[in-house]
């Protein structure tokens, strides 16, 4: 868990440094950042998407996913959650659970967290997760620039996300094959491209909803992949 935690640390700090610039940019340099990284999640969307092996397993895991999603109402919880947090720490910040949710995906749907998890997992040193955190530092800087510091929030759902499949990887290191890496990461980038659809405000959507599917496409490659 150490490279996990690193990982939090350093998207914490990033985005204390965020939140000073936020205070004293101009509304138009933070709206100008903003579609940068709308623009940036879509192109890093499309070139995840395109790693998979099985279009047809990846249709199933996304529709049945966000069937199942919508029916739990992931959204909802989430966001929740962030409001919940906005309020005890008294933020005035219109955009905090935007933050957190969009940095908790940009953050853990790469490839890099999948691998650099099951990295740690298996008893090697972290370096992909330490890698990972000098990048996912200097995003949040510019993500808590343009959202504020619900940013640094996205390190709970980190936590529990990547930390999570660290433990996993301890546990059942042997059954993750390239193969459901691959559609795990597919199945990611396509949560990317629905959210730089959003943050570009193309149209909204509901990608937390959609989180099942990578759930769904580990059981699907396991059996038929």
Excluded at 1 to 15: D, E, K, R
Excluded at 68 to 85: P, Q, S
Excluded at 175 to 201: D, P, Q, R, V
Aim: positive net charge; glycine residues 12%; aromatic residues 10%.
């Amino acid at each position: 868990m150490t490279g996990t935690l690193i990982n939090a640390a350093a998207i914490i700090i990033g985005s204390i440094i965020g939140t000073s610039l936020n205070a004293k940019l101009p509304e138009r340099f933070i709206k100008i950042i903003f579609q940068a990284i709308g623009l940036f999640t879509l192109f890093i969307g499309v070139f995840m998407a395109l790693k998979t092996n099985n279009m047809f397993l990846m249709v199933i895991s996304i529709v049945s996913g966000g069937i199942i999603g919508e029916w739990i109402n992931i959204d909802k919880f989430i966001n929740r959650f962030g409001n919940n947090m906005k309020n005890r720490f008294k933020s005035t910040n219109s955009r905090f659970s935007e933050g957190l949710v969009t940095a908790f995906l940009l953050f853990c749907m790469g490839s890099v967290t999948i691998l650099g998890a099951i990295e740690e997992g298996l008893g090697g040193k972290p370096n992909l997760l330490l890698a990972k955190s000098v990048l996912d530092g200097v995003s949040s800087i510019a993500l808590a620039a343009a959202l504020g510091f619900g940013v640094a929030f996205s390190v709970i759902p980190l936590l529990i996300y990547q930390g999570g499949l660290t433990l996993l990887a301890t546990y059942f290191g042997d059954y993750f094959a390239e193969s459901i890496i691959n559609e795990l990461t597919g199945i990611g980038g396509l949560m990317l491209i629905g959210l730089g659809i959003h943050i570009l405000e193309i149209k909204q959507l509901k990608i937390l909803n959609m989180l099942p599917a990578l759930i769904i496409i580990v059981v699907l490659v396991y059996f038929f992949g």
